[in-house]
């Protein structure tokens, strides 16, 4: 069973940053890639980002390129969201998320976590 552990979630004033972390358990990590969703409240969970198994290929939604960065360290089977500049319009429950197959770009997920909450004060 895949387990995701999302941290990192907490209260920001606009233009500030956050640095979210995901750490992944029960299978390999190092040969899948991941992805970020955000959920603010009322609305749709929407793609933020995503990066290839290596870490070589990255993916941003639109609202948060050259803002926000994903990476990960596959010897910590971690997964990061950088977050900068941020913006009251970011608020919003944030997921961690796994596909079951290999391959990039993903197709699917299927794996989330329980989610870390982020608040950005104006």
């Known amino acids: 069973q895949v387990l995701l552990v999302e941290s990192g979630g907490g209260l920001v004033q606009a233009g500030g940053s956050l640095r979210l972390s995901c750490v992944a358990s029960?299978?390999?990590?190092?040969?899948?890639?991941m992805g970020w969703f955000r959920q603010a409240p009322g609305k749709e969970r929407e793609f933020v980002a995503a990066?290839?198994?290596?870490?070589?290929?990255?993916r941003y939604a639109d609202s948060v390129k050259g803002r926000f960065a994903i990476s990960r360290d596959n010897a910590q089977n971690t997964v990061y969201l950088q977050m900068n500049s941020m913006e009251p319009e970011d608020t919003a429950v944030y997921y961690c998320?796994?596909?079951?197959?290999?391959?990039?770009?993903?197709?699917?997920?299927?794996?989330w976590g329980q989610g870390t909450q982020v608040t950005v004060s104006s």
């Open positions: 998320a796994a596909p079951e197959r290999m391959g990039y770009p993903i197709r699917s997920y299927d794996y």
């Open positions: 029960g299978r390999i990590f190092s040969v899948y890639g």
């Open positions: 990066i290839s198994s290596s870490g070589s290929r990255t």
